[in-house]
């Protein structure tokens, strides 16, 4: 598997109780979609969070963070977390919440 199940399992819980979650493998790992919407996923080498240009710079403050450049370009608005920061509640409950602030706010697909 390309990605670490055991943190997938740790976002799987986080999102257990929230309607309109859904899960599906994407570039190589796990993303996990609001109303269709993609909101956070899992990779080989930790994970990311879509937390929206507004929110991005409160998101990369936090140890752990930096900015998503998967296709070897940064994209903005969104992150990539370690996968030491993820075993930490208070770290990744607030990147949680910052992606759902602005992924909720998004329309259904």
Do not use: Q
Not at 26 to 45: A, E, I, R, T, Y
């Amino acid at each position: 598997m390309a990605y670490d199940e055991g943190l997938s399992e740790i976002l799987r819980e986080d999102l257990a109780e929230r309607a309109g979650i859904t899960e599906k493998k994407m570039f190589g790992g796990l993303c996990f979609l609001l109303d269709g919407n993609m909101l956070c996923g899992v990779h080989k080498n930790g994970a990311m969070f879509r937390v929206g240009k507004d929110n991005e710079a409160a998101a990369l403050a936090i140890d752990g963070a930096g900015p998503m450049t998967f296709t070897g370009r940064r994209m903005g608005g969104m992150i990539d977390v370690v996968d030491a920061a993820l075993a930490e509640d208070d770290k990744r409950a607030e990147w949680l919440r910052l992606s759902l602030e602005f992924v909720g706010g998004l329309p259904a697909k």
